[in-house]
């Protein structure tokens, strides 16, 4: 067996035989989670959000948020379960830079936790173009909708590769995604985009797009944590 094999084994081994442990402050973990009640009880939970766009609202406001009731966006409805606070941002950063998969998988545990309110199948994850998946090795998004455990559908591809989002400016971001993204195969009447984080939204949006085009009717997202 090479290398990577083995090591995979091996940390399956010590999951099986090792209680687990937090991965913010390395107490005990609780219910075969990697993370103790004390900081599952600290998460940054998103609570109060808008109901399209995932956005936080007031405590007073209605389900949302005044930029979606001016101009409703291409996603019928967006779900977060926490802010893109401590310790979720810091997960993530594990996961997406330093290969740390067992931080991701404990983001999808934490996602399970808190799901939308309306069925989430078939879930399609946000792709990678395949030359940034050959250089990163893994796709983050992919395997978050993997370990969420339901249906998914496979036929959102991305056939542009694009520069980072990130540090790019709302309109930067939108124009970068222009055709970035398309759809082959039957595509489901509806669907619900994974992905680990939203900010603006723009890929979502460019996802959502692309899938309305090819005939979807009802595009919504499920995201780990959105920036507020
Ligand atoms: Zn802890
Ligand atoms: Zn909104």
Redesign the pocket.
Known sequence: MHIPGLLTLASRLARTLLPPVCQVCAEPGEQDRELCAACCLALPWHTDA?A??A?PLPDDATA??F??EESPPLLDAAWAGFRYEDPISGLMLRYKFHEDLAAGRLLAQLMVLSPPPWDAVPLVAVPLHPSRLRRRGYDQAAQLARQLGLPCWQGLHRVRATLPQSERSADARRHNLDGAFAVRGDVPESVVLVDDVMTTGSTLHACAEALRNAGCQDVRAWVCARVP
Request: aromatic content about 0%.
């Open positions: 808008c399209r766009c956005a949302l948020c930029r979606c």
